[in-house]
């Protein structure tokens, strides 16, 4: 049974720090990965969307890289901002047709 | 693009009573999803659509949850009768298709349940 861990389940840092969030899973046998954002009473954002095939992905300050054989996923924050306020979560889908396991995020603080 | 629609955005409900939720997805996605987010805990599928089918309600409590996508367009989520437990946000999802490049995800505001 998958299971998707994410720690620390809080990180507060100062304006300007690049920071690493983190993601682990149980099982390798991943079909994809994705990353998302969620503010405070708002839905979830998706940021970067992994394949099984890629090792990383990039997208403006963000970059996340996937390492299945060790079941590891991180989330690159360059340059952080206030407005990177929020939690991030990860998920992972084991097969084209599987379910989308969540882990439990991480709450971020950037201070001005 | 119009984003994922749902509403009501807040409902309060007795335990035992009835309530519906409904979500328009994304004009052409093909796949539905909807998620129960206990506060401070990342979203739990509890049932996945593509187009009318039903891919995935592993995790729907069937005794109280139902769900049905008409015509492959919009959902609603009905839970009868309510309990305490179910007190959460209730997010809908929805993506071009499942798998490759075209299952990212795009959620709509949610809707937040207390049940007292």
């Known amino acids: 049974k998958q299971e998707v861990t994410q720690i620390p389940a809080a990180l507060s840092v100062p304006e300007g720090e690049n920071l690493v969030l983190n993601c682990s899973f149980t099982d390798s046998a991943i079909y994809n990965l994705q990353w998302f954002r969620q503010d405070p009473g708002k839905g979830l954002t998706s940021l970067l969307l992994?394949?099984?095939?890629?090792r990383e992905q990039t997208s403006g300050r963000l970059n996340a890289s996937l390492d299945k054989s060790s079941g590891r996923s991180t989330l690159y924050i360059a340059a952080s901002q206030p407005g990177d306020s929020a939690t991030y979560l990860c998920a992972v889908r084991n097969s084209s047709a599987s379910k989308i396991i969540f882990g439990s995020g991480t709450r971020l603080s950037i201070r001005p | 693009e119009a984003g994922v629609a749902q509403s009501p955005r807040y409902k309060i409900i007795e335990k035992r009573q009835s309530v519906a939720f409904w979500c328009n997805p994304i004009?052409?996605?093909?796949?539905l999803y909807w998620y129960q987010q206990i506060l401070g805990q990342g979203p739990k599928l509890l049932i996945q659509?593509?187009?009318?089918?039903?891919?995935?309600d592993s995790q729907l409590p069937k005794d109280r949850f139902s769900a049905e996508r008409l015509k492959g367009v919009d959902s609603t989520l009905k839970i009868q009768p309510a309990k305490l437990e179910d007190s959460a946000v209730y997010l809908c999802?929805?993506?071009?298709?499942?798998?490759?490049?075209?299952?990212?995800?795009?959620f709509g505001p949610g809707t937040r349940l207390t049940v007292l």
């Open positions: 999802a929805s993506s071009q298709a499942s798998g490759g490049n075209t299952d990212t995800q795009y």
């Open positions: 992994i394949q099984s095939s890629q």
């Open positions: 004009s052409g996605h093909a796949t």
């Open positions: 659509f593509q187009n009318n089918g039903v891919v995935d």
